[in-house]
């Protein structure tokens, strides 16, 4: 099966309707940074399965979805009110979000009190020092110019495999760095030096945090930290990187999110928090 393309507040938006029964909520999938739609392939395709209403909207600036003038200066918050926008259109959907989107939806679920909220190795929030490896940290130095200055920002193939691809094997590291794109040097900025703020008491869902033991963009301590602050259920799953959803064995994290999602949305209606 594959999605269709629909446009949403000027995004453009991959959806995967239910096969059989559907699900009382949709799900709404947000990508993180340098990826778009296509990071969800393989989600789209399990979850719709299962009867869920699958949504992956590409945020602005890529796969022709609201084209900016500079996507260095795009703001964290900016992606946020895309998600806004997709969520508002398609009624009160599961948030899942992965890396930076994992923040986005963490952020969004503040104010939206969504049915439940999955994150996929979010970024940290405010409060969580992210830059925890030495890796982390000569990375931060190197791109610090196009951070700080808010310029288009692309990691080379040699450090995108080091951090981000690690547990790909080599030929569809070769593939996935392909597909990916420039994105914000004022959103890393955001993110990773001013932070995000998010309050853990405005958080009235269930949440979930997953880690990859062998994740060396958002190692799994740092994770561990995320998970205390926000008051989070936290899986964590030896072998797995930072593209758990689409790394060889994808297929057991998403089952064990499909199990979580069936406790958590347990006796819940449209429109209701369990």
């Known amino acids: 099966m594959e999605g269709l393309t629909v446009e949403i507040g000027g995004l453009k938006v991959v959806r995967f309707e239910p096969e059989g029964p559907p699900r009382h909520h949709p799900l709404l999938f947000v990508h993180g940074m340098w990826g778009g739609t296509w990071i969800w392939r393989n989600y789209l395709r399990f979850f719709s399965s299962r ?20 996507i260095g200066k795009v703001s964290f918050y900016e992606y946020l009110d895309d998600a806004r926008a997709v969520a508002e259109a398609v009624g009160n959907p599961v948030l899942v979000g992965y890396s930076m989107g994992g923040l986005v939806v963490l952020k969004l679920a503040e104010s939206r009190q969504p049915p439940a909220t999955v994150t996929l190795a979010p970024a940290a929030p405010r409060g969580v ?37 690690n ?57 561990r930290k995320v998970a205390k602050r926000c008051h989070t259920d936290l899986r964590e799953y030896a072998g797995f990187a930072h ?30 928090v369990p």
């Open 51 to 70: 009867g869920y209403d699958c949504y992956a909207p590409a945020l602005r600036g890529r796969e022709g979805s609201k084209p900016v003038p500079d």
């Open 243 to 272: 593209l758990m959803h689409i790394e060889p064995g994808w297929e057991r994290v998403a089952r064990d999110i499909d199990f979580w999602l069936a406790d958590a949305l347990r006796g819940s209606g449209p429109g209701r």
């Open 129 to 165: 020092f992210a830059l925890a490896t030495t890796d982390l940290a000569k990375a931060a130095v190197k791109y610090s110019p196009r951070i700080l200055m808010r310029r288009p920002l692309m990691l080379t193939k040699d450090d995108m495999s080091r951090l981000d691809l």
């Open 167 to 223: 547990a790909l094997p080599p030929e569809e590291q070769e593939s996935v760095y392909g597909k990916m794109v420039p994105d914000s040097g004022r959103t890393m900025f955001e993110m990773a030096l001013s932070g995000i703020p998010v309050d853990p008491a405005k958080l009235h869902c269930p949440v979930l945090v997953t880690a990859g033991s062998r994740d060396n963009f958002t190692p799994p301590g740092v994770l």
